[in-house]
């Protein structure tokens, strides 16, 4: 396996408020493979501008599997800004599409979903 292989496998984290207080959870060493449709179908839809309400439950869903489950989907709902939260369903997409850099720097600044399509071409 190549050294950029290797990078790319890293981990990335996610900070979820719950109970008042700050968790930061990491995803495990291991994403299943059938997450990746998922992400390629979420971040189709995100991309084009269609992200519809209806499937708001599944696309948080999503973020919780790739994350082991170790939040629910209200603990990530109620537990990020409301302002991210398509941000956070696309970046952890991302992530799942082997793009781990560009999922962290999503999730760690302020990065608008547009300027990553950029950096993904």
């Not at 950029?4 to 995803?27: H, M, Y």
């Not at 398509?86 to 970046?91: G, H, L, R």
């Not at 799942?96 to 302020?110: F, P, R, T, Y």
Request: hydrophobic share 40%.
């Amino acid at each position: 396996m190549t050294e950029k292989a290797q990078v790319e496998q890293r981990p990335i984290s996610l900070l979820i408020e719950i109970d008042g207080k700050e968790k930061r959870f990491v995803t495990p060493k291991k994403i299943k493979g059938s997450l990746w449709r998922q992400a390629a179908l979420v971040s189709e839809e995100i991309e084009s501008g269609e992200v519809l309400i209806a499937d708001l439950d599944s696309h948080l869903q999503f973020v919780c599997d790739v994350f082991g489950n170790q939040f629910d989907i209200g603990q990530l709902e109620d537990g990020i800004d409301a302002r991210d939260i398509v941000k956070t369903i696309y970046a952890v997409t991302v992530f799942v599409m082997g793009q781990v850099s560009i999922a962290s720097e999503m999730l760690m600044k302020n990065v608008d979903i547009g300027e990553i399509d950029e950096k993904k071409s």
